[in-house]
């Protein structure tokens, strides 16, 4: 895997430094046909409260990939993306990480996910920098040096100083989104990404989402919002495929 | 590789429960009978025919409820915690309703240990609770088993409530023996030379012995409670099950 | 199929580097509410009160009773800050986002505790003297009060934390947390009012320290792990 090939697609602004390492290899797997398999599910099973919310789900993400699950309410699509980002063990079946099961690489899972779960998980009192630092410390996949960068990108110039208490709800959401700006990590699992978010800056995530696809990274969603991105977009329907296998 | 990681906990998830249901439902039998057996005949033995202590004349006799109940709740908080762990490494179902069967049984045992001990404080010392060591450890152990519990309780998805539970336990049991020893290190430095309860220099055979029938028939007692309510909650917990709907079925 | 995906990414913080940044964190918290920082200090005082007006307002009486007074008073009022630990970071998602970081989950939940410690335990060390006066605790107490509390508060604050984590799910942790450290306490508070009241007779100290420091060296080797399990297991359901 010592092969070194240039990074071809144009990036603007923080991905330019963003995603300088892994790219290269998938660029040319890709260059012929291939892409990898990051994330495989087999046999996935699980219930809930004496319901069974899934069971012997099968499917792949692969490099490149945005699959959106859908699903009712209640169809189990959290804690799908709970049980695969590792915060949930209430599962029976497989789940491996570029071919291995995911609990014998878990640091190195860890290292290559980003997560982005319900609660914002931005503290109140602490300024979105503040908030950011954090999660850089945290998280190696993370570039500390381009939070101000990124705080500018989801819109939140001028408010680097403010305590998030202050800020509205769509403007927390955008905290904890300026991670996606910074992350350097193959994987994103994000639930709701875009709730209380306003139409421009959902048309601002879906393209950051195609540019993560575009430079061989995979992205997990659910979201309400009917996707607008014109690209590697795949639905995983979790009502239509409980019981069955694709 | 991965099979060889994955088919045990597969295996330990699916499989065991029905198992240790069957081999749990052919012992139930052998033990129900030796507790019976053992505890009627060591209860006769212990309040009829076993000699009265020289000192305290006949109220000694709780001590055959005393002992055997304090032993078992300890050997009880062991089980639990020594299933908590199975529960925790090895993902067994069957461990964590072990531990969840034998924390009331243990609590229980350790109620009865103390009220004997309150009973028997009476004509020996006058009053009806002392702050002895060995009676203090009791009650702390007794809010060991209720903290077990009430967590149990508390955390309504079974399997987080099984592993939280383990936890607790697990941490109990480091703290017992520091426990323990701080009590009655803590008792001396308080009461200098009380009288023991139990600590007799020199017991003879026939004090001795029908105490151990009953911590025996005790231990047995506490095997067939532990299996009832294990059966129980294996039957509850796989209710959805084919072969408990089987079972039903054929009932 | 391996591939090296961190080979050009920023270098990695270290355990210390986490350690502080975690500590920052915390402090800044804390510091924007204040009032978190001041309660159990407050209720400690409180409670110190109680006891005169409850039992007896008598110098001699009091000055028997305060070793144990002034050493329970510290163990609730450092329990009723443990319910606090986690709960926010479990409130608004940062501790999700916690335990999917591949960082080492312990050094961040010793930060934790330990800076938790410096709020709470720490504080009612140094205001200690304040209620030994209160309850006429004879002067040669205090050194022994301050030391125990020193060693003492922190083994309570790294057990109170697994209670914390083991109950960070449920709604009504309050009571329940209290139910499962309570009795694990026991052995600190004996130990601790044993030296206090060591030190007023001015037999040596030496021996209960020691004591003390052990629980304390058992309680810093595996309250981490604990309580990591105790966040994983609570955050899994």
Redesign the interface.
């Known amino acids: 895997m010592g092969i070194k090939l240039s990074l071809t697609v144009v990036s603007q602004s923080v991905y330019n430094g963003a995603f300088r390492h892994y790219r290269p290899t998938l660029h040319f797997l890709k260059g012929f046909g291939l892409s990898e398999q990051l994330l495989t599910v087999k046999g996935l099973f699980c219930e809930r409260d004496d319901r069974v919310l899934f069971s012997n789900l099968n499917f792949a993400l692969h490099a490149g990939e945005i699959v959106q699950i859908e699903g009712q309410n209640g169809s189990g699509k959290t804690t799908l993306l709970r049980i695969l980002s590792g915060l949930s063990r209430h599962y029976e079946g497989d789940i491996c990480w570029r071919g291995e099961p995911v609990d014998e690489v878990r640091e190195q899972y860890c290292r290559e996910l980003l997560y982005f779960g319900h609660q914002a998980g931005v503290k109140a009192v602490l300024t979105p920098e503040e908030n950011l630092r954090w999660y850089a410390a945290l998280s190696p996949s993370i570039n500390a040096h381009a939070i101000a960068d990124a705080l500018w990108q989801v819109g939140l110039r001028g408010y680097e100083d403010v305590p998030c208490h202050s800020l509205s709800a769509g403007q927390n959401r955008r905290v904890s989104l300026a991670r996606l700006y910074l992350s350097q990590a193959p994987l994103w699992i994000l639930d709701e990404p875009f709730t209380a978010i306003d139409k421009r800056g959902v048309a601002a995530k879906e393209q950051l989402l195609l540019q993560h696809a575009r430079r061989g990274g995979s992205v997990l969603l659910t979201t309400h919002h009917e996707l607008g991105i014109q690209g590697p977009v795949r639905k995983i329907n979790l009502d239509q495929l409980a019981g069955t296998s694709t | 590789m991965?099979e060889k990681?994955?088919m045990p906990r597969?295996f330990y998830?699916l499989a065991s429960p029905r198992w240790c249901y069957q081999i749990t439902g052919s012992l139930l039998p052998w033990f129900t009978g030796a507790a019976l057996l053992l505890l009627i005949g060591g209860t006769i033995w212990s309040l009829a025919f076993a000699p009265a202590d020289y000192q305290q004349g006949n109220s000694f006799r709780i001590i055959y409820l005393h002992v055997p109940s304090a032993i078992l709740a300890q050997s009880a908080y062991m089980l639990m915690a020594v299933a908590g762990a199975i529960g925790?490494i090895w993902k067994m179902k069957v461990a964590d309703m072990v531990l969840k069967s034998a924390a009331p049984i243990g609590a229980s045992m350790a109620v009865l240990a103390l009220a004997t001990g309150a009973i028997w404080g009476k004509p020996t010392w006058g009053s009806w609770w002392v702050w002895d060591a060995r009676l203090t450890s009791m009650l702390?152990l007794l809010?060991?088993y209720?903290?077990v519990m009430?967590?149990n309780s508390?955390?309504?998805?079974e399997?987080?409530a099984a592993?939280?539970s383990a936890?607790?336990a697990?941490?109990?049991l480091?703290?017992i023996p520091?426990?323990k020893?701080?009590?009655e290190?803590?008792n001396t430095?308080h009461q200098p030379a009380t009288f023991k309860l139990t600590e007799k220099p020199a017991m003879p055979a026939e004090m001795w012995l029908p105490l151990l029938v009953m911590v025996i028939g005790f231990y047995c007692f506490f095997a067939v409670s532990l299996m009832l309510r294990l059966r129980n909650e294996i039957i509850w917990r796989e209710r959805?099950t084919g072969w408990v709907r089987e079972l039903l079925k054929k009932q | 199929m391996t591939m090296k995906t961190n080979s050009g990414q920023p270098a990695e913080i270290g355990m210390a580097g986490l350690f502080a940044a975690t500590w920052r964190r915390e402090f800044l918290l804390s510091f924007r509410r204040k009032s978190d920082l001041v309660n159990p200090l407050i209720f400690f005082l409180m409670v110190a009160t109680l006891f005169p007006l409850g039992v007896s307002p008598e110098p001699g009486f009091l000055s028997q009773l305060a070793p144990g007074v002034v050493w329970v008073a510290a163990l609730l009022a450092t329990l009723l800050s443990m319910d606090a630990l986690f709960r926010s970071d479990y409130e608004d998602g940062s501790l999700e986002q916690l335990l999917l970081s591949p960082q080492p989950l312990f050094v961040v939940v010793l930060a934790k505790v330990l800076a938790h410690w410096v709020m709470t335990g720490l504080a009612l060390t140094l205001m200690a003297p304040l209620l030994g006066l209160m309850l006429f605790l004879p002067a040669e107490g205090m050194p022994g009060l301050m030391l125990s509390l020193l060693l003492g508060t922190p083994t309570l604050s790294l057990v109170g934390a697994i209670g914390a984590a083991l109950t960070v799910g449920l709604k009504k942790g309050g009571v329940l947390i209290s139910l499962l450290v309570l009795p694990l306490y026991i052995p600190v508070l004996i130990f601790g009012s044993s030296a206090v009241q060591a030190a007023v007779t001015g037999l040596p100290l030496g021996g209960y320290l020691a004591l003390l420091g052990a629980l304390l060296a058992l309680a810093l080797g595996l309250a981490p792990l604990a309580i990591s399990a105790a966040l994983r297991i609570s955050i899994s359901s």
């Open positions: 991965a990681k994955w597969w998830q925790l702390i809010f060991l209720l903290g009430a967590l508390a955390i309504e998805n399997s987080t592993q939280a936890v607790l697990l941490v109990g480091v703290n520091i426990i020893y701080s009590v290190w803590w430095l959805r």
